[in-house]
């Protein structure tokens, strides 16, 4: 098979960059730490819980864990984009709402066949969007007032990834460049009654541009009945990132139903300062049962469980610490392929997965730490005559309590990837 490597760069690289999202969302969530962060992991992974740490496959790229690049045999292209929607429910107010935009791109090639690998990509990494509305306490000269917030924005990330692999053990490391500017805006509305008075706006932006690293590494252990165990972990120890911050406070008032600015009270801009990524580390393993047809070896099904923790409390913003706290999750899933290899049944080859998830959000709300629940679902449809395989995941789950929280997100998440694979850079040879 023969991939026009170059034309189908060229076409994902202005899809991603041109179609940057289509956002009708307001994630209260999204207004604390830098927004709320996508899934790192490719979609095939994302269906069966987000085991990544202890994943590899030789066509498959796991974008978690650089130390699976070690495993790979194949070049390969991923592209994904990604949807949910959203049910928003407090003690006073409902709401539903949806947003789309692409995800990632990554290539991946094998420097050694099974034992060398290094891949670059864009990613998505974390998301603002809200638009919240609070109603202020009345009193006797102001009268009525509220408040409006919205955010918006996000950060992506650049990275370059290597593994190698050392008979059963695997290392790798990811360097990543972070980029995006997030956008904070209050502004103090008053009621007509209040007199000689004036609506404040405050503006606020983050602009990031920064390198971290990740590192990773797995061991497999291959039984006498050719099934096989692998163990993983990854991860990044706390960063500081370069970031630069402009404030604007200003007074304005209303004319002809617009907002017009008075004065400026404050205006600095350019702002040098740091933003703290706390350390964050996943652990799991993968057991699969294995079988081979045509010289290849291939998982007929797959389970696992993995643990993730983050520590989110020294979260820190130009000094300031956000509303954030220890993130936790642990995941199961497992993955089945009936027939690999087998045309008689289309279906056999198709690969089914499913998996579940929870543990608390990295955000915290007065307080109060914020729960997460889900279930995963999806489908690897292999492409007839050809590597291509298209994954499609789901994730549909709840996220906070109107108890505890007095908030609770129900969500479904969706993404479908396409995922491109061959012998790339290799010359071939005619008798």
């Known amino acids: 098979m023969r991939i026009n490597f170059k034309g189908y760069t060229l076409f994902f690289s202005i899809f991603f960059l041109s179609s940057i999202a289509f956002a009708q969302e307001n994630n ?29 496959n030789n066509r498959n790229y796991n974008n978690d864990n650089p130390a699976a690049l070690g495993y790979l045999k194949y070049s390969t292209l991923q592209f994904a984009t990604f949807g949910d929607v959203l049910s928003v429910k407090t003690n006073s107010a409902t709401g539903k709402f949806g947003y789309a935009a692409p995800e990632y791109l990554t290539i991946a090639v ?14 998505s990494m974390s998301r603002v969007n809200y638009d919240i509305r609070q109603e202020n306490d009345s009193t006797e000269f102001i009268g009525n007032s509220f408040n409006a917030y919205t955010g918006s924005g996000g950060s992506y990330k650049v990275f370059l990834a290597s593994g190698f692999r050392f008979k059963n053990l695997s290392i790798g490391l990811k360097a990543n460049y972070l980029f995006g500017t997030l956008k904070y805006v209050n502004i103090l509305f008053l009621s007509d009654s209040a007199i000689n008075a004036y609506y ?37 120890f706390q960063s500081n990132l370069s970031a630069h911050h402009d404030l604007l406070y ?31 580390v996943g652990a799991g393993f993968v057991f699969s049962k294995m079988k081979e047809s045509q010289n290849e070896k291939w998982a007929v099904w797959s389970l696992g469980a993995q643990i993730n923790y983050g520590d989110w409390s020294n979260y820190k913003s130009f000094g300031e610490q ?59 449809f292999p492409v007839r005559r050809s590597a291509t395989e298209l994954n499609l995941s789901f994730d549909a789950g709840t996220t906070g309590s109107i108890k505890q929280n007095n908030l609770q997100q129900l969500y479904v998440k969706g993404t479908f990837a396409i995922t491109l694979c061959d012998f790339w850079f290799v010359k071939r040879k005619f008798e």
């Open 110 to 123: 094998p420097l050694i066949k099974n034992k060398a690998g290094l891949a670059f990509g864009l990613q």
């Open 322 to 380: 956000g509303s954030t706290s220890n993130k936790m999750k642990i995941a199961i899933g497992g993955e089945l392929t009936p027939g690999k290899g087998f045309y008689d049944s289309y279906f056999k080859n198709v690969s089914y997965r499913v998996g579940g998830y929870t543990g608390v959000n990295y955000i915290s709300l007065n307080g109060s730490t914020v729960s997460e629940n889900g279930i995963t679902l999806g489908f690897g």
């Open 200 to 236: 404040s706006r405050s503006q606020e932006s983050k602009s990031l541009g920064a390198i971290y690293f990740e590192g990773g590494i797995q061991f497999q252990h291959e039984f006498k009945n050719k099934n096989k165990l692998s163990l993983g972990a990854n991860g990044n």
């Open 28 to 56: 209260v969530l999204t207004r604390f730490g830098i927004g709320e962060f996508k899934s790192s992991s490719s979609a095939n992974l994302r269906s069966w819980g987000g085991l990544g740490a202890s994943y590899n």
């Open 250 to 280: 200003e007074r304005l008032y209303y004319s002809n139903s617009v907002l017009v600015p008075n004065d400026t009270v404050f205006n600095e801009s350019n702002i040098k300062g740091k933003i703290i990524l706390p350390m964050q």
